[in-house]
């Protein structure tokens, strides 16, 4: 078997899901805005390293979507999210405080790490570069709020950092966040993972494997308040029998076990 980050984090967040979307085949539709323009936009982020016109990138790319139904946020459209990029954009150029000067193989770097069992863990890693002139391990990420930078050191803990560094032995890993909004702002959110987090997470790792390969899928259902996580769960529609949101929300692939999952980007 080959697993990736978001396959292990959605084991650790309701088991169930894991078996809908992994073993039952139950996908998200992928009509979300957010998701599709990040995606674009980080092809244009790749078009700036290789001395291409970043914003035309942009443009090209998000282009192929604006007559296609996507679901957008509450204030966001088409036009308002070229607008936001495009500024994003000419705000990272301004500041110059990245630096990937081997593009062709330092963006979108495919890490495979062997684990017991014949199984693989895959990652693919955003982009492996300079910040502010020393090296880190970047993770790009398009947002409409600011991420939480406080307190101190709290981005130690991000589990999706903690498991790029422990996929490519850097310790020196960061988060740089292009945040849409009426001020656009990019954020540099920079740590330090240490060996001990590094030991931690492939034991999580391999005791989450176990825990699959075991056939255990019992339901986490979150019901809890004010936080719900069934509420913004992709399958909740399958944990209530309801068509409808079966239907509005989800795509069954008969072929789950195709890899096509592998390289997508949880936000
Ligand atoms: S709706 Fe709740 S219980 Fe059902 S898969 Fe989603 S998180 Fe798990």
């Given at each position: 078997m080959i697993y990736s980050y978001t396959q292990i984090s959605q084991y650790l967040r309701c088991p169930r899901l894991y078996r809908y979307r992994y073993l039952?085949?139950?996908?998200?539709?992928?009509?979300?805005?957010?998701?599709i323009f990040?995606?674009?936009?980080?092809?244009?982020?790749?078009?700036?390293f290789q001395g291409e016109d970043c914003v035309s990138a942009l443009f090209k790319e998000w282009n192929v979507y604006k007559d296609a139904p996507l679901d957008y946020g509450k204030t966001d459209s088409w036009?308002?999210?070229?607008?936001?990029g495009t500024q994003l954009l000419h705000l990272f150029?301004?500041?110059n405080r990245v630096c990937v000067s081997r593009p062709l193989?330092?963006?979108?770097?495919?890490?495979i790490r062997s684990l017991p069992n014949a199984n693989e863990f895959i990652a693919y890693v955003d982009a492996i570069g300079e910040i502010d002139g020393a090296p880190y391990l970047i993770d790009w990420k398009t947002t409409t709020s600011r991420y939480v930078d406080e307190p101190e050191g709290l981005w130690?803990?991000?589990?999706?950092?903690?498991?790029y560094s422990w996929m490519s032995g850097i310790h020196n890993v960061a988060m740089v966040v292009f945040v849409r909004k009426k001020l656009p702002e990019i954020q540099y959110l920079k740590t330090s993972i240490g060996d001990e987090q590094l030991k931690e997470y492939g034991h999580l790792v391999e005791t989450t494997i176990q825990q699959i390969e075991s056939g255990s899928f019992p339901s986490h259902s979150g019901i809890r308040f004010p936080m719900n996580g069934c509420t913004s769960c992709s399958h909740l529609g399958l944990c209530l029998n309801n068509q409808q949101l079966i239907e509005s929300g989800l795509i069954r692939r008969p072929g789950a076990h195709e890899l096509d999952w592998l390289d997508q980007l949880a936000d």
């Amino acid at each position: 078997m080959i697993y990736s980050y978001t396959q292990i984090s959605q084991y650790l967040r309701c088991p169930r899901l894991y078996r809908y979307r992994y073993l039952d085949g139950w996908q998200e539709k992928d009509t979300r805005a957010s998701m599709i323009f990040g995606r674009c936009f980080e092809k244009a982020l790749a078009a700036y390293f290789q001395g291409e016109d970043c914003v035309s990138a942009l443009f090209k790319e998000w282009n192929v979507y604006k007559d296609a139904p996507l679901d957008y946020g509450k204030t966001d459209s088409w036009d308002r999210m070229l607008h936001q990029g495009t500024q994003l954009l000419h705000l990272f150029v301004q500041e110059n405080r990245v630096c990937v000067s081997r593009p062709l193989q330092d963006l979108q770097t495919k890490i495979i790490r062997s684990l017991p069992n014949a199984n693989e863990f895959i990652a693919y890693v955003d982009a492996i570069g300079e910040i502010d002139g020393a090296p880190y391990l970047i993770d790009w990420k398009t947002t409409t709020s600011r991420y939480v930078d406080e307190p101190e050191g709290l981005w130690a803990l991000d589990p999706q950092l903690i498991c790029y560094s422990w996929m490519s032995g850097i310790h020196n890993v960061a988060m740089v966040v292009f945040v849409r909004k009426k001020l656009p702002e990019i954020q540099y959110l920079k740590t330090s993972i240490g060996d001990e987090q590094l030991k931690e997470y492939g034991h999580l790792v391999e005791t989450t494997i176990q825990q699959i390969e075991s056939g255990s899928f019992p339901s986490h259902s979150g019901i809890r308040f004010p936080m719900n996580g069934c509420t913004s769960c992709s399958h909740l529609g399958l944990c209530l029998n309801n068509q409808q949101l079966i239907e509005s929300g989800l795509i069954r692939r008969p072929g789950a076990h195709e890899l096509d999952w592998l390289d997508q980007l949880a936000d």
